[in-house]
Structures are given as structure tokens and as C-alpha cells.
């Protein structure tokens, strides 16, 4: 198999394996020389008509028994109670699982968005209504606002749009070459996002990831192998759609360091990766936050 170079070290879900140390050999248990030799004792017996007592340790560890098992009878009571009222019939636990867990974070995102849209329609319904009565301010800023749009990503857009899909190998753990892991077999974050990356250094005026439009701030994450864009959650193959100048596009995909490395190992394990053009295509408004919530520009 040829050199393949790391595909970048130290970001995330791409770790170095830790070497751990070699343990050295537990020395045999052997008995010590005082206690090899064993000699069985017995209590001499009880003087006859005497009734043997406890010792003071027990009768003091019973006494405190009688007076500790009720509080422990009762918190636990409380507990129960406290359970049965707070369930009320259901399973409290049936939601923890992580799948569980991205489901209702899935079904929240779309219901926030919907709310979203619907609240969009309703402020363009009262900014028209407010220019059409003569409003110069809302007029202004309305204007304004036009201009900004299209650079910010908030109107729909068409025209020609390079299209890069990742995808994991088909390779089984059993099939694999020396010095190559189940991890190198799947697509990563640090991948996605040097196509992306790659995509804006080379004149990008558009980009959609999966059905989303993005924007230059827009943050991508995974979660093994899944994709988290804006809230929602995605399974491979992952497609990227940037529209612009098609050569200037691909050139910048071929030109990009890490997008070769990726390459290196689609050629050596099986890494899916495919690049097509697309003449004309539509590409919906961004509808995210605009702001950024986790960083911010270095001034």
C-alpha cells in the first residue's frame, strides 16, 4: 500500500492512539514463613452454669441497627413516592438514550424553524404594509436591507454548482491493510470541512451542505460518523453544492493540501469521493442565525 499521510493529526475526530506501557509481570503470592505453619486453636469451654455475654463492639452495633433502619426504611419510602409521582405511569429513562436524545432535538429544530418562517411572513406582511403607507424610515431600511441580502445569503439564488460527495469505505474491519483503522473508514468532520473550506477559497458565491443552504459562519460538526448542521443530523454520504465559476471551483479542490490527503485515501482504502457539475440549480435563502455565538472575529 503506498505512503499515506496523516489526515491532520490533533483535530477533531481524528485522535493519535496513546502507546500504553507494558505492565510488568505480578510476582507470585507466596506465603509468608509466620504463617505457613498454622496451629488450630480452641476457646476453652464455657465454666459450666455461666451464660456467655456479647461483647460491648455488638451490643452497641445492634443498638444503633434499631434506630438507623427506620431512617433508611423512610428516605427510601420518599424516594419511591417522589419516583411514582414524578412518573406518573411512564418511564422516565425511555428519552436518555443518545438516539432518543437527537430525535426530539431533531423534531425540536423543525418546530422552531416552521415558528421561525411563520414569524418572517408575518414581520414582510407588516414591512410592506408600513411602506406602502408612506413610512420613509421602514422604506430606507427596507432598501437597505435589499442590498445586504444576497451577500448575506438570505434570497434564493441560481446558477451553475459544483457538486463534492464524501462518503464511507465499503470495506469490512476484516478487509483491512496494515497500519489502516475502522476509523480511517469513514468520513470526518476535518474532511467535510476542507471541501468546504477549499469551495469558499476558490470564489464560492453559493454553498449548500445536504439540504441546507450555509453561510461563511455557518458551524459544521460530527458525531462519529454522523454530520450536526444547524441542529439537525445527518448520515453519510455527505454532499457539498458550491455555485460560482465552475474551473475556479475545481481547481481550487485539486489545489487544497488536505482535500489531496483525503484523496490519498479514497485511492488506498476506498473512501467515497465524487465531484460532477450541474449547469443551472437553485439554491433556497439561508434561514440561520446570522451571528456568531461561539467565536468571534479577531480584531
Request: hydrophobic share 40%.
Amino acid at each position: 500500500m503506498p505512503f499515506l499521510s496523516p489526515r491532520v493529526p490533533g483535530q477533531p475526530g481524528r485522535r493519535a492512539r496513546p502507546t500504553t506501557p507494558a505492565t510488568p509481570p505480578t510476582p507470585a503470592r507466596t506465603a509468608s514463613p509466620a504463617t505457613t505453619a498454622q496451629t488450630a486453636t480452641t476457646a476453652p469451654p464455657a465454666a459450666t452454669g455461666t451464660i456467655p455475654t456479647a461483647p460491648p463492639a455488638a451490643a452497641a452495633s445492634r443498638s444503633i441497627w434499631r434506630w438507623l433502619a427506620p431512617v433508611i426504611f423512610a428516605v427510601a419510602g420518599l424516594l419511591f413516592t417522589t419516583s411514582f409521582q414524578t412518573a406518573r405511569g411512564t418511564d422516565l429513562r425511555s428519552d436518555r438514550g443518545l438516539p432518543g436524545l437527537i430525535e426530539a432535538g431533531t423534531r425540536s429544530v423543525a418546530d422552531k424553524a416552521a415558528r421561525v418562517a411563520t414569524l418572517q411572513t408575518q414581520i414582510d406582511d407588516l414591512t410592506a404594509s408600513a411602506a406602502a403607507r408612506g413610512d420613509t424610515t421602514v422604506t430606507r431600511l427596507t432598501q437597505s436591507a435589499d442590498q445586504i441580502a444576497p451577500v448575506a445569503g438570505l434570497t434564493e439564488v441560481d446558477g451553475p454548482v459544483v457538486v463534492v460527495t464524501l462518503d464511507d469505505a465499503k470495506k469490512g474491519s476484516a478487509q483491512l491493510p496494515d497500519g489502516v483503522t475502522p476509523d480511517d473508514l469513514v468520513v470526518h468532520q476535518q474532511d467535510v470541512q476542507a471541501v468546504v473550506n477549499a469551495l469558499w477559497r476558490g470564489g464560492a458565491e453559493a454553498m449548500m451542505i445536504q439540504d441546507q443552504r450555509v453561510i461563511a459562519t455557518s458551524a459544521v460538526r460530527c458525531v462519529g460518523n454522523t454530520l450536526i448542521l444547524q441542529g439537525r443530523v445527518y448520515s453519510p454520504p455527505f454532499v457539498i453544492k458550491a455555485m460560482g465559476k465552475i474551473d475556479a471551483l475545481k481547481a481550487a479542490l485539486d489545489a487544497d493540501p488536505k482535500v489531496e490527503i483525503y484523496r490519498q485515501y479514497v485511492d488506498a482504502i476506498g473512501l467515497g469521493y465524487e465531484v460532477k457539475v450541474i449547469t443551472k440549480s437553485r439554491f433556497p435563502a439561508f434561514t440561520g442565525a446570522l451571528g456568531l455565538s461561539q467565536a468571534v472575529v479577531p480584531r
